[in-house]
């Protein structure tokens, strides 16, 4: 893959979705960082049914905290791992209140040391809420990254690093959201749809269709 084919690549996801963002339903930077808590082994939509009744009745720190772990439960019990995302949530809220005046923090180090939140999360957090270039590395872009050769890596953080040093400059900040796009809904972890992806003549996958 070479730099030629990378600026082609992120042009045409471009193209065809020139503002993307998450799927993720959120007003506030807090709302986004308690929705990418709540998505670690679930979906989206899931994540969303849940918070449409809950933010309505908590979406500060302060709020959150008063309702406690068993609290939180009810509302987020739909969700895998709800035990321990409600107690994460609960921590999170009193850290935020005690050291950042219930806002949420705008650096990698600060969101890495809340409870739950790892380089992944801190990176949505900072892309999304903050207007930041970072590239946040899940599974789908992890299988994109690779199968296309944009940037093959053996882990995530390889996977990251290499996308961090290859995508343009121009293109870095929207990154993120394009390729978790295509690895949702075009480059399956199954069967990948080669015949309706955008990208389909520029990807290096060996066992595509032809």
Request: charged residues 25%; contains cysteine.
């Amino acid at each position: 893959m070479n730099a030629a084919k990378r600026q082609e690549i992120f042009r045409r996801l471009r193209d065809d979705n020139p503002h993307p963002t998450t799927e993720l339903e959120y007003n506030t930077p807090f709302e986004l960082l308690i929705s990418v808590l709540l998505s670690a082994q679930a979906t989206d939509v899931g994540v969303n049914k849940a918070t449409r009744r809950l933010y309505p009745v908590a979406n500060t720190p302060a709020a959150m905290l008063a309702l406690g772990e068993e609290g939180l439960a009810e509302y987020i019990k739909t969700i895998g791992l709800y035990k321990t995302k409600a107690r994460n949530v609960i921590a999170t809220c009193r850290l935020l209140l005690e050291k950042h005046g219930g806002e949420v923090p705008q650096t990698r180090e600060a969101l890495e040391a809340l409870p739950g939140v790892g380089r992944k999360t801190a990176n949505v957090v900072l892309n999304t809420a903050f207007g930041q270039p970072t590239i946040a590395v899940d599974t789908h872009i992890f299988r994109v990254s690779n199968r296309t050769r944009i940037a093959p890596g053996k882990d995530v953080r390889e996977v990251e690093d290499k996308l961090e040093r290859f995508v343009p400059a121009e293109f870095k900040l929207d990154a993120h959201h394009w390729l978790i796009l295509l690895g949702r809904y075009v480059c399956k972890a199954r069967k990948p749809e080669c015949h309706r992806c955008a990208i389909a003549d520029l990807c290096e996958y060996p066992a595509k269709p032809l």
